[in-house]
């Protein structure tokens, strides 16, 4: 490819096989079947029942269909926010981990000792490779 972009004469002999360098186009047809009698659905449905949501592919007369016979409890529902679905109970954070001996070194210090560790990209240290370091005079 020339430094503007443009393909020049002999560009596609020079792929051997498959060329990944050259743009592709791609057009990705998704079509629905309807879940309920197997014919080509024209939209997706979403319901919830019991703390549940659901979706379902259905043509425009199924869709309708389904819609009316829901129709009397939706009337003397009560709209709920959100989505429809159960809500997710509140995640809580675990409490914060104790700080380690190695989090307690200076950078200086880490250094010596990922050298005299031989750790030098290990990403968990023990606290017994610390007080071994320490016992061994933090060489």
């Known amino acids: 490819m020339s430094p503007t972009g443009v393909l020049g004469a002999g560009a596609f002999e020079s792929c051997a096989g498959l060329c990944h360098d050259l743009p592709m ?47 009397p409890y939706i009337e003397k529902g009560r709209v709920r926010g959100g989505n429809g679905a159960r809500p997710r109970a509140p995640r809580s954070t675990p409490p914060p981990s104790p700080p380690t001996l190695y989090s307690k070194l200076s950078d200086e210090e880490k250094t010596r000792f990922r050298a005299w560790a031989d750790m030098a990209t290990a990403r968990r240290i023990s606290d017994e490779r610390v007080k071994g370091w320490v016992a061994a005079g933090k060489p």
């Open 25 to 71: 186009a791609k057009t990705v047809i998704v079509k629905l079947t309807d879940d309920i009698d197997g014919g080509d659905a024209d939209e997706t449905v979403q319901f919830s029942l019991d703390g549940t949501a659901y979706e379902i592919d259905v043509s425009a007369a199924n869709a309708a269909s389904l819609r009316e016979v829901l129709r």
